[in-house]
């Protein structure tokens, strides 16, 4: 008969030994390989409690950026979504009143903007056709979820909270040197 491989091996019909009748040794051969792994390093984390150090250029979830004095930089423009691969962002864009300078930076705003998250596949590409420097991805991670429409992120989740701000230079400077 033809062999595929070179792994095949002949089963032995040998027959035990006391040694190998009683199995003893094998048992605690194998004890032995299990204890010396309690004092190896290990290679796993108790993930969530610990996590490991995220490279400088993680793209995870989605903010999006306020300017210096706290207004909404995004535009509603729409190249983000024309950018994204996955079709994973949907926005409505309205016109700015006139007491609400404070709120947007342009007269343009986006009055909807999301992102579902179980389509989005983390590419950047969003960040990178921006033109307002207005949305950047971060080093968050979207958090587990039973259910599929808590994966769509609105403005309440994405915009970044004017008293907690998300430093997104590393990123910024990332997308400089790419650009
Ligand atoms: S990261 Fe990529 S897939 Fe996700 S929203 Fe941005 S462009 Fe779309
Ligand atoms: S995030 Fe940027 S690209 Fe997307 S709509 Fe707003 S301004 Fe335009």
């Known amino acids: 008969m033809q062999s595929l491989t070179n792994r095949s091996r002949v089963v032995s019909k040998k027959t035990m030994n006391f040694w190998e009748r009683i199995y003893l040794p094998a048992i ?27 490279s400088k250029v993680y793209r995870g979830l989605h903010v999006l950026k306020r300017d210096e004095n706290g207004a909404e930089r995004c535009t509603a423009c ?14 409505v864009a309205a016109e700015r009143k006139k007491d609400e300078k404070g709120l947007y930076r342009e ?26 420097e207005a949305i950047f991805l971060t080093d968050r991670i979207t958090p587990s979820n039973f259910e599929r ?4 992120y609105g403005k309440d989740k994405l ?3 004017i008293d907690q701000r998300i430093d997104v230079s590393g990123r910024q400077k990332h997308i400089t040197e790419k650009k």
């Open 149 to 152: 429409e808590n994966f769509i």
């Open 28 to 54: 605690f051969g194998g004890m032995w390989i299990t204890i010396k792994h309690f004092f190896k390093k290990k290679a796993t984390l108790r993930y969530p409690e610990e996590t490991r150090e995220f």
């Open 78 to 91: 729409g190249l983000c979504a024309v950018a994204c691969p996955a079709e994973a962002i949907t926005m």
């Open 107 to 132: 007269e343009k705003y986006a009055a909807i903007y999301e992102i579902n998250m179980l389509r989005c596949i983390f590419c950047g590409l969003c960040e990178e056709a921006c033109p307002k």
């Open 159 to 161: 915009v970044e909270k």
